[in-house]
DNA sequence: CATTTACTATACGTTGCGTAAAGCTGCCGG
DNA sequence: CCGGCAGCTTTACGCAACGTATAGTAAATG
């Protein structure tokens, strides 16, 4: 746990290979999909990206750092962007969380949940990088609805964006399926609780 | 990972003592609140309990099982008994829910997490024994209310419960307190997702 | 009393994380 | 064009922790 994660790269010695730097998290969110946190080693990481150990450690600080940093990069692919209808935006970021999570599992959360009391700074970086743009996202578009007058203005909206997110962690948790219409009916159900009139 | 869950105890030799049974499940207990999952080995929990290793595995296959043992204990501790006004159990199983996570961390949920595909049989274990009974106690209490004529007949039962237990997953996650009015917040918008009369 | 099971103490095998040492390799700055 | 810095490889190692094996003692039942 000593290497840095990114030294501030001003272009003294050689530079930093990006083709190994996306063979790595490729390679984390391969074997994250097929073995899960517990049984992915750092060896067949390297391995997979055609990497040696020492390289990995270069990156990342550990384990850990790794599997936070792939999720990542899995996120930011392509959250989607707002398009002015409250209802439709809830339905899309219901519908990327699941994508994100379908490709990459929920292990990542359950490793900073596993490490927050040695590695605070891990589930920190996994809330700035990852939770909270998806959760402001959500909070620009009440706003925006509450701007059009199309919400009332006491909405409890910070309680209503926990429960829309939170209903994706539970079904998860108590193994039901995401079945087709998942996302329109927690999408309606949030805007019941917003207080929203219904269509 | 060769050890059973608990052989069918039929009184041939020595009696397993339920003391250590006690000791262990507290030193786990303990230990997971103080310094997580990660860093508590199973040494330190044989050890705080007064108790040899082999004992530990002559429970527990292993450490995970240790852990969600611990933790079902806690939760079946005192589970709020249904009282028939649907807004007084919401709120008393969002607060239960709030009280043994915050005996024992969110770390099992982690464990289960990061384990899942290495161990199928623990996830299913918390679902059965921890996760399922807090829902199904919502589930009555929302059938009592449709019943009693106090919610309609359509409402998404499944969706609201969801969201209402999500809410605190995604909070704790997000890393946000979870301040004197919380359960209510909840309980309230959770009813208005239910189509319940505003009161 | 014999048997069966629990428990202790100790030591061990194994896995996998993270690091260290030594030596190339490629790129930038002067 | 060349000195030096940083990236990369190979190999090997230290070490923590999980889980197990062995041998002997303790406590219950029939």
Redesign the interface.
């Known amino acids: 746990m000593t290497a840095v994660q990114r030294p501030a790269n001003r272009g003294r010695g050689r530079p930093r290979s990006t083709e190994h730097d996306d063979a790595i998290l490729d390679a984390a969110v391969s074997l994250m999909r ?6 992915m080693s750092m060896e067949a990481v390297a391995a997979a990206a055609g990497v040696s150990k020492p390289t990995l450690y270069l990156r990342y600080a550990g384990k850990a750092e790794l599997v936070v940093a792939a999720h990542e990069r899995v996120r930011v692919g392509d959250a989607p962007a707002p398009t002015g209808d409250l209802r439709a935006d809830l339905v899309a970021q219901l519908r990327h969380l699941h994508d994100v999570f379908a490709r990459l ?3 990542v ?11 605070p700074d891990l ?2 970086a996994l ?1 700035a990088r990852s ?2 743009p998806g ?1 402001q996202m959500m909070r620009d578009a009440i706003a925006r609805a509450v701007h059009q007058g199309a919400l009332s203005d006491g909405a ?1 909206a910070e ?13 998860y ?3 039901r399926p995401f079945d087709q219409g998942w996302p329109e ?2 999408a ?3 805007l ?4 929203a009139p219904p269509a």
Not at 34 to 39: D, K, L, W
Not at 109 to 119: D, R
């Open positions: 097929e073995v899960g946190y517990a049984r599992g929920m292990s959360i359950g490793v900073c949940l596993t490490e927050e009391e040695s590695l589930i920190a809330r939770l909270e959760r409890d309680t209503a964006i926990e429960m829309a997110i939170g209903a994706y962690y539970a079904r948790l108590a193994g009916r927690v309606d159900a949030t019941r609780a917003l207080g």
